[in-house]
Each structure stands twice: as structure tokens, then as C-alpha cells.
């Protein structure tokens, strides 16, 4: 079903401002790094989030740090979103020690525990059973720790898919599936490579709510996302929420992004985004002015100059750390016998 | 002779065998329009149209399951796995499905079908994009695993394993995609699978690799002979079933065996092979096998340092050489 409610008072100032910042954050940060990895400083793959921003904003408002996300390939957003240290991040897209998996995992693993944000995934669909994982703890426990799980429609494809949301479903664990269906796995269509109209209809399926939403317009997710949270932690099960959005760079840098039409580039990046739009809300809802959000994009130019800095400042790992980390203690000599 | 990249030589196997044998096919994420994320299957669906170049979901274990029912039924499915990291949502499909269905069938049925893959470092890939899985594969009985290391036999081993009547796993190291070049000739011939090959004759140590660490074997070499070290170079080619024969030889050539791999120490192939040195060729050693593998870590790390720690190289390789040669 189309979630059409009107969005009228549903926003707090605090969360209102809160969304825009961090919508701010991941673009100026994915901007940056889209413009880092042209010059050549950044030494592996990267996945970019820039226009998807409103899905992974909307759904973690409602999330507090006891909550848990697992994420994708195209994690640098979810991230963010989850309130992971901009250093940090950058740091480890840099590959340096003192980035948030020490410069092991790199833009596609990005994980902080303590923030409740378990994984960006190499793996696509690998996510979907983890955070039935962490969720049923929660259940065990009975505490009121809600679980997001974020995939794309490349994902919704895979066999974990189906596993994931059966399982949730008969256990009424305390997850949100959100899927961020952005029109292309890599570079093959959405309509080609899914038999279903909308991921959002395979939730009829496994007996649970499927929703699917604009997923440029933050305030459509953030409703859609509150209701499945609630749901979530009054014990009811998950829910199956589809953002439609799209993704403003290619699957990966350097990607030629043949399949695109011009005109759907077009229409996305210049007409259809997210954050123009919401800007647009909170003024026009008389939420704050347009001078306030002006100091908001300051601030962020500033943090990620300041997480670009830190990073370009950091060292690399050394050799030795090659063999932390893969036990409790690491035992043997490392490969030469 | 023409000489062509590593990865152009897949091409054209798959082409020649495709214009050969109309029931041979090609599936996978992104083979089609795209031609492939390695470029591997470039041109394929404009030649042979997409009832033949078939671009699939992201669904692993679909894509070899598709592979295993369809060559039962006499097709010759040849499977991409985008890389090889991904190959594990399939690993039932092929462990479970293609690999016993002679057996279990009682010859009955089988499965004649290829499972192309890129594996391998030194590309910046990181965790997931990096790993060597063929290990994973060569404890499996019925499946055949093969990994060259020149255009030549890349062309003539994937038409080999296209013909073959059993379920082949063809790792591609695709760090060798455009670096590796080579002569490869116009026409249709074939490697056998199961057969390693001398590619450099010496007597004073003996190494046996495959895939990208087979060519700094020989840069290895290259060097060592300058320094009075006679290198002698074996390729195996194929991993299982390994050809006991050429191994013994090799390591009784020189009495001094290194074995070299990029995929992880423990339970890696080097250890198969100097067990079957170990066993049948003890009297003929002049010092104990030595192996040089990827670290005992779970995946490649990311940072730049790390990567470059984990991965092999010639001098690394020469090291051990010189080190063997010393005993």
C-alpha cells in the first residue's frame, strides 16, 4: 500500500533540525569522497550514498544508540546516520590506523559496536540474517532494542532475503527490513532482476506490513519508519519498508554508469532532491529559517574538512598489525612455515 | 602469433566455444549488457544474443544451482561468480549438487559445467573482493579445480574444461586479467586439465606454483640466475586432481622443494603437495619442503601496508629460494 497520510506536525524542531544536519552530513562527506577518490588518495573500492540520504536519515531518527543497524555495500550513509565519528570514517576510507576498523576493513566494512552499527557488508544480503541475529537477542533479553536492517534491491534477490524475513516474521523479532531500492543492482534494472512490482509486496508473503515510500521525501520514510518501529518494539514483529530512491554517482567510482538515461540523471539530481526538498519543509512549515539550515551546511563543510584532515594526518597501520585481531591472541608465525 | 591479455584470452574461449557448440551458454550478474564487471564476457550477448548470454539477480546459489540442472540435461552452462568472494551463498549448489551427482546417481547423470571466478589480491579490494577460495574446493571430490597462470593456458584450459564431462571450477586471478600477456594462437586447441607444465628448467631448486605467484616464481628465477641459483619452475595448472607425476619429477629434479601460494598457508594446496613429495619422493629431498603462502588471516585487509604484507612477490619468493638453496 502507498503510505499517503499527510505529513503536517510531524516533526519535531529537534528532530526536524537533527535530519537536516546529518542529510547534510552524508552528502558534503560522499561529495568529498567522491572528489578524494578522483585524485587517487583513496586506495580501494567505494560505494557511494549521495541521494539516498532521506531513506537511512528518516529510518535512524527514530533509533538511539542501544539500537542496532546492519548495512551494505554502500554503507558510508547508514553510518552516519547511527551517529559513527565522521574521523573516524574517513580515516578508515583512507585506509589509516586510526579509522574505526583500523584500516582492515575499509569503505565497504565500516562497523562501530558501540554505536549500535554493525557492519557495512562486501556481501550483498549478508546483513538480512545478522540483524535477525541481534534482534532476537533483544527479544531474549526483553529489552526494547529494535534492529534496522538495510539492503538494497540487489539484495532483495537473495536467497538471506527470504531466510531473514521468514524467520523474523515467525518469531516476531523486533527488526525494520528497510530496502533501498535505487533502480539498478550494479548495473542491471530493478524490473529485470525482481519479479515483484514493488519489494514492498513480497511482505504479503511472510504475514507482515510492507510499505513502500518515496524515499527522496524524508518525512514519508520517517513517518513509515516510526509506525515500524513502534511496531517493532510493542513485540509485533517486523515490517518491510521500500524506499524508492536513487543513487546520484554510479554502483561503485569509476563506474561509466552507461545504463543510466540522461534524463532520469536529470530529473534525480537537479528535480528530486531530498535535500532541497526538505529544506524547502522546514521553512515553509515555519520549523526554522533558511538562514539556520544556511549555518547548519557551514558547520558540516567544516566538520569534513576537519574528518578529511584528520584522516590525511593519520598513519597507516604497520606490517605487524597484518596478524592482529584474527583470535583472541594470535598464535602461529603468519603463513611462512 | 597474436599476443593478448590473460583476460582477452577468457574472451575468446568462450567465444570459439560458444560459435563450437550451440549448448554451451553463459550466465552470471552483469555478463550480459554489461559484459562482464572484468569485461570477461565483452561482446558475448551482441554475438550470441541473451537466450545465451544470460544476465541474472544477485543470486549465487541460483546461478550454479541454474548450471548443475541445466548441463543434467545436456546443456554446457558456463557460470560466472562476479568474484570468487561471492561464491559462498553457491557453495551447496556445487559441494552438495554438482560435485556427487555422478556418484549419487549411480553414472546416471552428471553435471558437465564450468564455474568461472575470479579470485585473488593485490587489486585494492579488500576483504571481500580479494580472497583465494580454491582450497575451499580442492578437498572435494568429483569437482575439478583449475587455475592458470598465461593467456595460452587459459584459452586452451577453459575449452578443455568446457568439453569435459564433469563439474570444473576455473579461477582466474584477476590480478593477471591486463597484466599478464602473452602468445596465444588463432586457433582451436586444448590444455589438458589435470596436467602441470614445466615453465622453466634449472637444478638447484625447484618451485611449484600457480596462478599470479607462478610468475613471480619466475621473475624469481630470472634474478636468482644472475646470482648462480638454477631455478627450475613448475606450473600446476590444476589443482585437483594434481598431476603426481610432474610433481614428483620436479621435486626430484633438485632434491629442494618450494611451494608457493597466495591462498593462506593452512589447508592450502602446498600442503597436498608436499605430503604426495613427502610420501613417494622422500629419498630424493636434500632438505626439507618448504612452503610460502598467504598469511593464516581471515581476508585481505584493506590499508595499503597491509596489503602489500599480505601479498607475495619476487623478492619474497627469492628469499626463500636463496634460503633453500643455502641448505
Redesign the interface.
Known amino acids: 500500500m502507498e503510505n499517503t497520510e499527510v505529513k503536517q506536525n510531524l516533526i519535531s524542531k529537534d528532530h526536524g533540525l537533527w535530519i537536516f544536519r546529518k542529510m547534510v552530513q552524508i552528502r558534503k562527506f560522499e561529495d568529498s569522497v567522491h572528489d578524494i577518490f578522483a585524485k587517487g588518495k583513496i ?3 567505494v560505494h557511494l550514498y549521495a541521494g539516498e540520504e532521506a531513506v537511512a536519515v528518516g529510518v535512524c531518527a527514530h533509533l538511539t544508540k542501544q539500537d542496532f543497524i546492519t548495512s551494505t555495500h554502500r554503507g558510508h550513509g547508514h553510518c552516519i546516520a547511527k551517529e559513527c565519528d565522521l574521523k573516524g570514517m574517513m580515516a ?1 576510507i583512507y ?3 586510526t ?1 574505526l ?1 583500523k ?7 565500516i562497523a562501530d559496536f558501540e554505536k549500535g552499527m554493525l557492519g557495512a557488508n ?4 549478508g546483513g538480512i540474517p545478522l540483524a535477525c541475529g541481534s534482534a532476537l537477542t533483544a527479544k531474549v533479553k526483553g529489552t526494547d532494542q529494535v534492529t534496522v536492517c538495510f539492503f538494497g534491491d ?2 532483495n ?4 532475503f527470504h531466510e531473514g524475513l521468514n524467520l523474523a516474521a515467525i518469531w516476531k523479532l523486533p527488526v525494520v527490513f528497510v530496502a533501498e531500492n535505487n533502480g539498478y ?4 534494472p530493478f524490473h ?3 519479479s515483484c512490482t514493488n519489494i514492498a509486496d513480497r511482505a504479503q508473503s511472510y504475514n507482515i506490513p510492507g510499505v513502500h515510500v518515496d524515499g527522496k521525501d524524508v518525512v514519508a520514510v520517517y513517518q513509515a519508519a516510526k509506525e515500524a518501529v513502534d511496531r517493532a518494539k510493542r513485540g509485533e514483529g517486523p515490517t518491510l519498508i521500500e524506499c524508492k530512491t536513487y543513487r546520484n554517482y554510479g554502483h561503485f567510482e569509476g563506474d561509466a554508469q ?2 543510466k538515461t540522461e534524463e532520469e540523471t536529470k530529473d534525480h539530481l537537479a528535480e528530486k532532491d531530498a535535500i532541497q526538498s526538505f529544506k524547502q519543509y522546514l521553512t515553509e512549515e515555519g520549523i526554522t529559517t533558511k538562514e539556520y539550515l544556511e549555518k547548519i551546511e557551514q558547520e558540516v563543510d567544516q566538520e569534513v574538512q576537519e574528518a578529511i584532515q584528520f584522516a590525511e594526518e593519520s598513519p ?4 605487524d ?3 592482529t585481531d ?1 583470535y583472541v591472541s594470535y598464535p ?1 608465525d ?4 | 602469433m597474436p599476443v593478448m591479455s590473460y583476460i582477452d584470452a577468457v574472451t575468446q574461449a568462450l567465444r570459439e566455444e560458444m560459435q563450437r557448440d550451440e549448448k554451451v551458454f553463459v550466465l552470471g550478474e552483469d555478463v550480459g549488457v554489461r559484459g562482464g564487471v572484468f569485461r570477461a564476457t565483452n561482446g558475448l550477448i551482441e554475438e550470441f544474443g541473451e537466450q545465451r548470454v544470460l544476465d541474472t539477480p544477485l543470486t549465487e546459489s541460483a546461478i550454479a544451482g541454474v548450471a548443475v540442472g541445466a548441463s543434467c540435461y545436456g546443456m554446457r552452462p558456463v557460470a560466472e561468480i562476479q568474484f570468487a568472494d561471492f561464491i559462498m551463498p553457491a557453495v551447496n549448489q556445487i559441494v552438495s549438487e554438482a560435485a556427487k551427482m555422478r556418484y549419487r546417481s549411480n553414472n546416471a547423470w552428471h553435471c558437465p559445467m564450468v564455474v568461472r571466478a575470479p579470485y585473488g589480491g593485490g587489486v585494492h579490494g579488500a576483504l571481500y573482493h580479494s580472497q583465494s577460495v580454491e582450497a575451499m574446493f580442492t578437498c572435494v571430490p568429483g569437482l575439478k579445480v583449475v587455475t592458470p597462470s598465461t593467456p595460452y593456458d587459459v584459452k586452451g584450459l577453459l575449452k578443455s574444461a568446457i568439453r569435459d564431462e564433469d563439474p570444473v571450477l576455473f579461477f582466474e586471478h584477476k590480478r593477471c586479467y591486463r597484466l599478464i600477456k602473452g602468445e596465444v594462437p588463432n586457433e582451436d586447441y586444448t590444455v589438458p586439465i589435470g596436467k602441470a607444465e614445466v615453465k622453466r628448467e634449472g637444478t638447484d631448486v625447484t618451485v611449484i606454483s600457480y596462478g599470479l605467484t607462478l610468475h613471480f616464481a619466475l621473475k624469481a628465477a630470472e634474478q636468482l640466475e644472475k646470482e648462480g641459483i638454477s631455478v627450475h619452475v613448475l606450473d600446476l595448472r590444476t589443482l585437483l586432481p594434481l598431476d603426481k607425476e610432474a610433481i614428483l619429477e620436479a621435486a626430484s629434479k633438485t632434491g629442494k622443494v618450494l611451494i608457493v601460494h597466495e591462498d593462506n598457508l593452512t589447508g592450502g594446496v602446498g600442503g597436498e603437495v608436499s605430503a604426495i613429495i613427502a610420501q613417494e619422493a622422500f629419498f630424493e629431498l636434500d632438505a626439507p619442503i618448504r612452503r610460502l603462502a598467504g598469511p593464516d588471516v581471515p581476508a585481505m585487509p584493506y590499508s595499503p601496508p597491509l596489503e602489500k604484507e599480505f601479498m607475495l612477490n619476487p623478492e619474497k619468493v627469492a628469499n626463500a629460494i636463496r634460503e633453500l638453496a643455502e641448505f
Open positions: 586506495p580501494g573500492f578508515e585506509g589509516k590506523t579509522g576498523c584500516g582492515k576493513g575499509g569503505s565497504m566494512h562486501g556481501i550483498v544480503g540487489g539484495g534477490n537473495q536467497g538471506t543492482a550494479e548495473a542491471t529485470y532482476a525482481s552507461t545504463y597507516f597501520p604497520t606490517e598489525d597484518l596478524l584474527v602461529t603468519g603463513g611462512v612455515a
